[in-house]
């Protein structure tokens, strides 16, 4: 079965909203930090006539799609911040009802994310947590389980770790928030299909402590950072309406994970179940019809290996790039690996799940 791997990141910000770069110069930064695909989301508005690829002299065409973030102005507390792909159409409009704008999404065959959905306060930078409030809803395709400026903007918690974590932070960044992944493991244990991803939420800006003004986070450092790396058997074509539904389709099933490329690329990871007659992908299902399922795990490198399934971890192996399990009941099964950086073992891939039926 050939694969095909995909990295890109699907939540950005250009001056259409709080982003301080347009789109042809966000796409020449994530192609030289090597990415294949960036999803712009604009705060409130679905910018027209952006997508397509784009072509640099000294780095390679990188595609560019553009959703949309949305949420409520006037709601306090604030939150409820929806990442939404796929439907060529402004929706802002349904801002101030969350379920209402899921299935207009979905009305659309559209995709809909809960960004950051549990933040934790910053109170030096700005008393704002703009956490999911409304989890009574339903019909959303999943959950940013890792955004990266989120994490970050949770370091702040004074002035002393606010300038230590800007020249380094790498140091501070530690994987989602545990609040997240049980979450996350709740709704897979109550049946349903949630998809997760991961994402910079870049900005770009400048930000200023006394007379020293620097941007601290450039596109294309976020862009190295955690990413969403798509598995299709299809290959990008060139064509942008193919490839906009190979990118929105494995995003749609969950042909995907969450990489944090900083300490090592996570590209080439592959996550998969398979049984004497068939075989499947992480965000597919497989059917024990046909005899017991392993599952199988590989990584580009050392790390620390867990399986996970409900929320409890199944096995585990260390200093390892490979984990093998079979098993012989229906249920969900994830992946979680772990390395060590700067002195500390911090999260590196985060699968979506494998559905054994
Ligand atoms: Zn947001
Ligand atoms: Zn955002």
């Known amino acids: 079965m050939t694969l095909n791997e995909y990295v890109g990141n699907c939540h950005n910000h250009t001056p259409y909203s709080d982003g301080t770069l347009y789109h042809a110069d966000i796409a020449h930064e994530a192609s030289r930090a090597g990415l294949d695909f960036v999803i712009v989301t604009d705060h409130n508005v679905w910018v027209h006539g952006r997508e397509g690829y784009y072509d640099y002299e000294d780095s390679k065409t990188i595609l560019i799609l553009t959703g949309e973030e949305i949420h409520h102005l006037d709601e306090?507390?604030?939150?409820?911040?929806?990442?939404?792909?796929?439907?060529?159409?402004?929706?802002?409009?349904?801002?101030?009802?969350?379920?209402?704008?899921?299935?207009?999404?979905?009305?659309?065959?559209?995709?809909?994310?809960?960004?950051?959905?549990?933040?934790?306060?910053?109170?030096?930078?700005?008393?704002?947590?703009?956490?999911?409030?409304n989890w009574n809803i339903s019909g959303y395709t999943g959950i940013e389980v890792w955004n990266y400026m989120s994490e970050f903007k949770s370091l702040i918690k004074s002035k002393a770790a606010a300038i230590f974590y800007a020249f380094y932070p790498d140091l501070g960044i530690r994987g989602p928030f545990q609040e997240t992944l049980h979450k996350w493991d709740e709704l897979l244990a109550s049946g349903k299909n949630v998809v997760i991803i991961g994402n910079s939420d870049s900005h770009g800006q400048t930000y200023s402590m006394g007379p020293v003004s620097r941007c601290i986070f450039p596109y294309k450092f976020l862009f190295q950072s955690?990413?969403?790396?798509?598995?299709?058997?299809?290959?990008?074509?060139?064509?942008?309406?193919?490839?906009?539904?190979?990118?929105?389709?494995?995003?749609?099933?969950?042909?995907?994970?969450?990489?944090?490329?900083?300490?090592?690329?996570?590209?080439?990871?592959?996550?998969?179940?398979?049984?004497?007659?068939?075989?499947?992908?992480?965000?597919?299902?497989?059917?024990?019809?046909?005899?017991?399922?392993?599952?199988?795990?590989?990584?580009?490198?050392?790390?620390?290996?867990?399986?996970?399934?409900?929320?409890?971890?199944?096995?585990?192996?260390?200093?390892?790039?490979?984990?093998?399990?079979?098993?012989?009941?229906?249920?969900?099964?994830?992946?979680?690996?772990?390395?060590?950086?700067?002195?500390?073992?911090?999260?590196?891939?985060?699968?979506?799940?494998?559905?054994?039926?």
Request: contains cysteine.
């Open 76 to 133: 306090h507390p604030k939150g409820n911040h929806l990442l939404v792909y796929d439907t060529n159409t402004e929706l802002s409009q349904f801002s101030n009802n969350p379920q209402l704008l899921i299935d207009k999404i979905s009305a659309l065959d559209g995709l809909s994310f809960l960004a950051h959905p549990f933040e934790r306060a910053a109170p030096i930078v700005e008393d704002a947590v703009y956490s999911w409030r």
């Open 226 to 357: 955690v990413n969403t790396h798509i598995i299709s058997r299809k290959p990008l074509t060139g064509n942008i309406t193919t490839d906009k539904q190979i990118v929105y389709s494995a995003l749609r099933t969950g042909n995907c994970f969450v990489g944090y490329d900083l300490p090592h690329p996570t590209r080439d990871f592959r996550f998969h179940a398979y049984n004497e007659k068939t075989r499947c992908i992480m965000g597919e299902e497989i059917s024990l019809k046909n005899g017991p399922v392993t599952l199988e795990a590989t990584t580009p490198t050392i790390c620390n290996l867990k399986i996970i399934s409900n929320g409890k971890i199944i096995t585990q192996k260390k200093n390892t790039s490979k984990i093998k399990y079979t098993v012989n009941r229906p249920n969900n099964f994830r992946i979680e690996a772990t390395i060590i950086h700067k002195l500390q073992e911090r999260h590196w891939i985060i699968s979506n799940p494998i559905y054994v039926k």
